[in-house]
């Protein structure tokens, strides 16, 4: 049965290609972006999260079936806390009552298997408490001590932590709704592509992220996933962050997490 989605990120990388793929599935998708699409909202900003919730509420009639929250940036400064958890946090709980009103619903949003390389405690620990104010200070104080690395695995880090505290509670499992993340390795998308061109920062990258399945994914492998954790047929995972890496977490990790 067709379903009516909004996935943020829309026009480039993961976000476009389960745009497409849903709508291929004859799915309903609102895309949100930070320019163009249906929706254009700065998720970086508590006003341009606002916008996109009721914007989303005026174009869906106030009902969602799922929300796929793709936007995302790497950059060595604050923004990319205020996007990548924040702005991901505000873009689901904002929608929640939407979802709630849906059939079968289900929430998602992309991190990393970045979050399990080294983080800045602060940036997590101010992320956990929900303070903006203090997540932005002590990501600035970590790009000013030439650490700024550590702002995007720590923005992953925290939205994952909060897929884990969340999923379970009264509003989301007890209202029906799974929520989950996807944890992808290296994606070759305009983000990553400086990054994989220089052979240098090449290396760098795979010693960081081995992938010893297939190497580097492609945004469309991982749009199947995505598209299968927000259909009704799953009806039993939440609070899971799925690793489609290519293999990265088993390398890095090993067994200990368990």
């Known amino acids: 049965m067709p379903r009516t989605y909004l996935v943020t990120g829309a026009l480039s990388g993961i976000g ?44 869906s009639g106030g009902r969602l079936d799922a929300v796929v929250a793709c936007a995302g940036v790497a950059h060595f400064d604050p923004v990319t ?13 904002g929608l929640r009552p939407l979802l ?42 970590a790009v000013d001590r030439g ?8 923005s992953k880090a925290a939205v994952s932590r909060w897929v884990r505290r969340a999923a379970p509670g009264d509003a989301w499992a007890g209202a029906g709704i799974a929520l989950n993340a996807v944890a ?5 998308t305009p983000l990553t592509k400086p990054l994989l061109d220089d052979p240098a920062t090449l290396a760098l990258v795979e010693r960081a992220v081995p992938m ?12 199947p996933l995505v598209a299968w954790l927000t259909s009704p047929e799953n009806a039993l995972v939440t609070g899971q962050v799925v690793f489609a890496d290519g293999g990265a977490d088993a390398v890095l ?4 997490v368990w």
């Open 184 to 188: 992808p390795g290296v994606v070759l």
């Open 100 to 141: 709630a009103a849906g059939s079968d619903p289900r929430a998602l949003v992309v991190g990393s298997v970045d979050a399990v390389h080294p983080t800045d405690p602060a940036i997590v620990a101010a992320a956990d408490a929900d303070d903006e104010t203090e997540a932005v200070a002590a990501a600035r104080a």
């Open 212 to 223: 010893p399945l297939h190497g580097h994914s492609r945004p469309e492998q991982l749009a």
């Open 81 to 93: 806390v205020r996007i990548n958890h924040f702005g991901a946090v505000a873009t689901l709980e």
């Open 253 to 256: 990790r090993g067994d200990r």
């Open 147 to 154: 650490e700024g690395h550590l702002v995007y695995s720590s």
């Open 16 to 59: 476009a290609a389960t745009t497409a793929l849903l709508r291929r599935q004859g799915h309903t998708v609102l895309a949100a972006d930070l320019e163009g699409g249906d929706i254009a909202a700065d998720l970086s900003a508590p006003e341009g999260r606002a916008a996109l919730v009721a914007r989303a509420r005026e174009l």
